[in-house]
């Protein structure tokens, strides 16, 4: 519909009126109200808030992601920077961006985190509270995809100092070495683990959910296009990966779940 202003008497110019059931309606009344109820319905959209009921405010760097996966599919600066985005929606949460620790790797002649005593130093060099890092341990495109990710995030709490870390205690624990051992790696947050599997009818519920809050979300696939997309669908893992270190960030223990 296109609506004019009609002129009146001497140039001057009235407005034009638009039926509307009840009765005539000035044009810009109407518009007013189209628009206003517009801005309430975009307020009205779901929210991808993470809860962060444990850690607090805190400033948090995202290392490069680690292949794990045997796959030269994806770009691992491509996946952090994904991580990074959806880490931004943590309640409480500063994000330092991935080329600033890929700076300070480098400035090592390093190319990745290599050990919990190494992911400490970098949250000592950055000046931040914590550092993600984490692992894609599997990566399989196809449809319905499946993507591993195993995600660690070592610094400490707000307020607090970080345990002093004993070299020789590591070389035994559980953490980036890919050791076993009975205790935490020091200075360990929280860690989760996980396997999207798109075959699986819960994840496919998760990622419903997920697309609900997404805006701009305009294709012929609807909310599956988060299925379809190897791009959409690693976002996805991403932000559930956060969500579960946040859920996680009460304890230092292993969140492990099953797709």
């Given at each position: 519909?296109?609506?004019k202003q009609k002129s009146g008497p001497?140039?001057?110019?009235?407005?034009?009126?638009?039926?509307?059931?009840?009765?005539?309606?000035?044009?810009?009344?109407?518009?007013?109200?189209?628009?206003?109820?517009?801005?309430?319905?975009?307020?009205?959209?779901?929210?991808?808030?993470?809860?962060?009921?444990?850690?607090?405010?805190?400033?948090?760097?995202?290392?490069?992601?680690?292949?794990?996966?045997?796959?030269?599919?994806?770009?691992?600066?491509?996946?952090?920077?994904?991580?990074?985005?959806?880490?931004?929606?943590?309640?409480?949460?500063?994000?330092?961006?991935?080329?600033?620790?890929?700076?300070?790797?480098?400035?090592?002649?390093?190319?990745?985190?290599?050990?919990?005593?190494h992911a400490l130093e970098l949250t000592?060099?950055?000046?931040?509270?914590?550092?993600?890092?984490?692992?894609?341990?599997?990566?399989?495109?196809?449809?319905?995809?499946?993507?591993?990710?195993?995600?660690?995030?070592?610094?400490?709490?707000?307020?607090?100092?970080?345990?002093?870390?004993?070299?020789?205690?590591?070389?035994?624990?559980?953490?980036?070495?890919?050791?076993?051992?009975?205790?935490?790696?020091?200075?360990?947050?929280?860690?989760?683990?996980?396997?999207?599997?798109?075959?699986?009818?819960?994840?496919?519920?998760?990622?419903?959910?997920?697309?609900?809050?997404?805006?701009?979300?305009?294709?012929?696939?609807?909310?599956?296009?988060?299925?379809?997309?190897?791009?959409?669908?690693?976002?996805?893992?991403?932000?559930?990966?956060?969500?579960?270190?946040?859920?996680?960030?009460?304890?230092?223990?292993?969140?492990?779940?099953?797709?």
């Amino acid at each position: 519909m296109t609506m004019k202003q009609k002129s009146g008497p001497a140039g001057r110019k009235s407005l034009a009126f638009v039926p509307v059931r009840g009765g005539m309606w000035p044009a810009t009344v109407l518009v007013a109200v189209m628009t206003a109820g517009c801005q309430r319905s975009q307020q009205q959209r779901p929210e991808l808030v993470i809860a962060n009921p444990h850690l607090g405010r805190m400033t948090i760097a995202v290392a490069p992601a680690l292949n794990q996966s045997g796959s030269l599919e994806f770009d691992t600066n491509r996946v952090a920077d994904a991580m990074a985005v959806e880490l931004s929606f943590a309640e409480g949460i500063s994000v330092v961006p991935v080329s600033r620790v890929l700076a300070a790797l480098s400035a090592q002649g390093a190319s990745g985190v290599t050990s919990p005593e190494h992911a400490l130093e970098l949250t000592r060099l950055l000046g931040v509270d914590a550092i993600l890092v984490f692992s894609v341990t599997e990566y399989d495109p196809h449809e319905p995809p499946s993507i591993g990710i195993t995600g660690q995030l070592y610094g400490k709490r707000a307020g607090e100092g970080l345990r002093r870390v004993d070299p020789v205690a590591l070389s035994r624990e559980a953490g980036l070495s890919g050791q076993a051992g009975p205790a935490a790696p020091a200075g360990l947050l929280a860690q989760t683990q996980r396997v999207f599997d798109a075959s699986h009818g819960g994840v496919a519920d998760e990622v419903r959910e997920f697309a609900a809050g997404r805006e701009g979300l305009e294709s012929p696939y609807g909310w599956k296009l988060y299925l379809v997309s190897q791009q959409h669908f690693m976002r996805f893992c991403c932000h559930a990966t956060v969500r579960a270190l946040m859920n996680g960030g009460g304890e230092v223990a292993s969140l492990t779940h099953e797709g």
